[in-house]
């Protein structure tokens, strides 16, 4: 049974850091890409990053480029969101998802598997 379980998230003030888990079960995590979304109320799911098997190849939005940085510990099959210099903006329901085809980090439909998310708040 695959699993996802994210962690980490919390209410946090405008300029504030937050570092979300993603613990993985199920799945030959060291092998596939993974990748961060959220969804803010009243709009789409918006991918945030991304991260390669290996961990080398990396991908931003640039809504948060500069400010987050993606990275896992594939010995330990968790993903990490490392999230810098909060604004209101940042503030939605993150997931994590895993993906173990080829096809593109950049579709949320191509990933198989997804967490319950977590809730980011940042507050001014």
């Known amino acids: 049974q695959v699993q996802l379980v994210e962690s980490g998230g919390g209410l946090v003030q405008t300029g504030g850091s937050l570092r979300l888990s993603c613990a993985a079960s199920?799945?030959?995590?060291?092998?596939?890409?993974m990748g961060w979304f959220r969804q803010a109320p009243g709009k789409e799911r918006e991918l945030v990053a991304t991260i390669g098997w290996s961990g080398r190849n990396t991908y931003y939005t640039n809504r948060v480029k500069g400010r987050f940085t993606i990275s896992r510990d594939n010995a330990k099959n968790t993903g990490y969101l490392q999230m810098n210099s909060l604004i209101s903006e940042d503030t939605a329901v993150y997931y994590c998802?895993?993906?173990?085809?080829?096809?593109?980090?950049?579709?949320?439909?191509?990933?198989?598997?997804w967490g319950q998310g977590t809730q980011v708040t940042v507050s001014s």
């Open positions: 998802a895993v993906k173990t085809s080829r096809s593109t980090v950049y579709i949320g439909t191509n990933y198989d598997y």
């Open positions: 199920g799945v030959p995590f060291s092998s596939i890409a």
